[in-house]
């Protein structure tokens, strides 16, 4: 039987996925994007699990698609299957925010793999980089779209179109990453956000993470107006009156999500 491409772990309410095609710096082949598809699927429909961390293994996080297979791929088959957008689709219907923990390299598809995280932990030897302009090609998983909302107009053009990588201190001051960390710490300060984040409520959480994601697709006065609905709507909540009942207690006291 072969090997799996991802390892899935738990650490209590945290679903943990670890990319795992080590002799292929984590290059994303269709086994692997079906199995971490499969993977977050599982994770969504399992309700003991609150946060998810996506990282790779000791050859980094990820060198992007899969050279060797994506060589063979002609316009009409990629344009036929839309190659890809599966992977778009899986992480837009995944409710439970994701922490991505780049440990090492992400570059081309692995960088795209990366800004589809909700947060972004970085070790202090991490790189990104989108260098398919050096293959012939260019960003096709999210890139040209979502590196330019995370760093703006020029930081992403200059990664787009000279290929060249930026650190992970340069991601971080450009808005990229949300930490960065000794290699050795930045998994267990991930771990630590995620349950955190998995020990508040669940449809909260969830709520939080759709108004936010609708910030990049909407104008503001109609992001508002969302964010207020989801707002309003989090008034019926049980652990809505949970939380403020806890909050108003004498003396406080910690309050017990659903
Ligand atoms: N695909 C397939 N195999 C790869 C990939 C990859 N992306 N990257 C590395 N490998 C393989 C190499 O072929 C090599 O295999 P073998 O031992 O059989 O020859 C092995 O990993 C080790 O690689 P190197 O010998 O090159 O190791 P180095 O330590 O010298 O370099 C690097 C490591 C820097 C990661 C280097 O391999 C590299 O630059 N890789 C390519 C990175 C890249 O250009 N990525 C962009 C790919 S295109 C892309 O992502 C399009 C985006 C579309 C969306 C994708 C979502 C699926």
């Known amino acids: 039987m072969s090997e799996s491409t991802i390892i899935i772990e738990h650490s209590e309410r945290v679903g943990i996925i670890k990319l795992n095609r080590p002799r292929a710096y984590n290059a994303l082949s269709g086994t692997l994007i079906n199995e971490l598809l499969d993977a977050l699927r599982s994770f969504e429909s399992d309700p003991g699990v609150g946060a998810i961390i996506l990282t790779g293994n000791e050859k980094g996080f990820c060198a992007g698609a899969d050279i060797k297979e994506q060589s063979e791929l002609s316009f009409v088959n990629a344009y036929n299957q839309d190659y890809l957008k599966n992977l778009n689709d899986g992480f837009f219907a995944v409710h439970k925010p994701i922490i991505g923990v780049i440990n090492g390299i992400a570059l081309g598809g692995g960088c795209e793999l990366a800004m589809m995280c909700d947060i972004l932990y970085a070790a202090e030897t991490a790189t990104f980089g989108q260098p398919e302009i050096t293959l012939g090609t260019i960003p096709g998983a999210g890139g040209t779209q979502r590196l330019i909302r995370a760093i703006g107009k020029s930081k992403a053009m200059h990664m787009i179109l000279t290929g060249e990588m930026i650190s992970a ?64 709507a989090t008034f019926g909540l049980e652990d809505h009156a949970e939380g403020f009942q806890a909050f108003l207690a004498k003396p406080k006291r910690v309050a017990q999500w659903t």
């Open 169 to 232: 201190k340069e991601a971080e001051a450009a808005g990229l990453v949300a930490k960065v960390l000794p290699a050795e710490q930045v998994f267990s300060a991930a771990l630590k956000t995620a349950s955190k984040i998995a020990s508040f409520s669940a449809p909260i959480v969830a709520m939080a993470k759709e108004a936010v994601n609708e910030a990049e697709e909407l104008g503001l006065k109609n992001g508002l107006h969302f964010e207020s609905r989801l707002y309003h």
